[in-house]
């Protein structure tokens, strides 16, 4: 019996690769010279979709995709697959939780230890040779500060951790206040106001797009800091490096980006903002549990078993 057929919508490890061909049989979309050739070839036997958490599944695609039963995704965040569209086909979607949380909120913290400390800087300074003509700049403290995390889902909790122990207040928003000692701010424009370090850790997707727009970034102010581990989309990189060009900002810590793996170049040339290639899970041992998952949902579902982490 034939092996059910993978479309790969995302450039996916090795290490998920190989066991994936021990459960599939995968057509690389993301590589195809001609993909809409492939698809007229393959799109009727297709059964499942493996995908990044940063890539996007266009309905326009699922369409084409007649035998889809499956979306799996390699990543936490799944505000690249249609998920309305999905129920309403009764398509099953999976993701991976858990496994990336604490190197997520690892990311974060980094960013703001960069962004406060001017690690950044600091490490170009020395490597340049500029330390014999005077020392570095002073830079500002952690402790006593303040920290708004707009998102306090798994890696927002982790990162509150992670803030606490480095001496930080912390407020939250998001939907609804939780059972938890964090401080709760329904409005987001108060909350900005209010702290030092604004560090988004919500999902992405329509109902987040620039939820930190030009009026927020007013609000964090001079001495604020945006930290960005979740999504680009969710921030206005537009408003975002115009607040940075005024000062209206004191800088930023970025691991994500509107239009990645493309940076602007204006965003480039700050000296103070710590711009990441969105490595949150970029871990050997997250990557792998990502793919085990990934993998593991796949080989479930077309053996008639329960998924390990179902979205829908
Ligand atoms: C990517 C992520 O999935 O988990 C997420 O949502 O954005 C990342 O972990 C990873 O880069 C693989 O695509």
Not at 60 to 87: K, M, N, R, T, W
Not at 116 to 141: D, V
Not at 157 to 163: D, S
Not at 273 to 280: A, C, I, R, S
């Amino acid at each position: 019996m034939s092996l059910p057929a993978v479309l790969l919508l995302a450039p996916l490890p090795e290490f998920l690769l190989q066991p994936l061909r021990q459960v599939c049989t995968c057509h690389d979309y993301f590589h195809a010279a001609d993909p809409a050739a492939l698809l007229a070839e393959v799109g009727p036997e297709i059964r499942a979709i493996a995908m990044g958490g940063g890539s996007l599944a266009p309905i326009s695609l699922l369409q084409q995709l007649p035998a889809l039963e499956i979306l799996s995704v390699f990543g936490v965040g799944y505000d690249g697959v249609p998920l309305a569209y999905c129920q309403e086909r009764g398509l099953r979607v999976t993701n991976t939780p858990d496994v990336l949380t604490d190197d997520v909120a690892d990311i974060a913290m980094a960013l703001v230890l960069m962004t406060s400390r001017r690690l950044g800087e600091a490490e170009r300074f020395a490597r340049a040779g500029q330390w014999p003509q005077g020392s570095f700049p002073l830079a500002h403290a952690l402790r006593g500060k303040r920290a708004g995390i707009v998102g306090l889902g798994r890696i927002g909790k982790a990162i509150a951790q992670r803030l606490s122990a480095h001496g930080l207040s912390i407020s939250y928003y998001g939907r609804h206040a939780q059972a938890v000692d964090y401080r709760f701010e329904p409005n987001l424009h108060a909350l900005a106001a209010e702290v030092d370090f604004l560090i988004v850790a919500c999902p992405g997707g329509e109902g987040t797009r620039h939820l930190i727009d030009a009026s927020v970034l007013a609000a964090l102010g001079a001495s604020g800091t945006l930290i960005n581990i979740a999504r680009g989309s969710i921030v206005d990189e537009v408003a975002l490096i115009s607040a940075l060009e005024q000062g209206t900002i004191r800088t930023a810590g970025l691991d994500v980006f509107e239009n990645e793996p493309h940076l602007p170049p204006a965003l480039c040339q700050h000296e103070k903002v710590v711009l990441l290639p969105h490595l949150g899970s970029g871990t050997h041992e997250a990557r792998l549990a990502m793919a085990q998952l990934c993998v593991g949902n796949l080989a479930a579902h077309f053996a008639g078993q329960p998924l390990l982490t179902p979205v829908i």
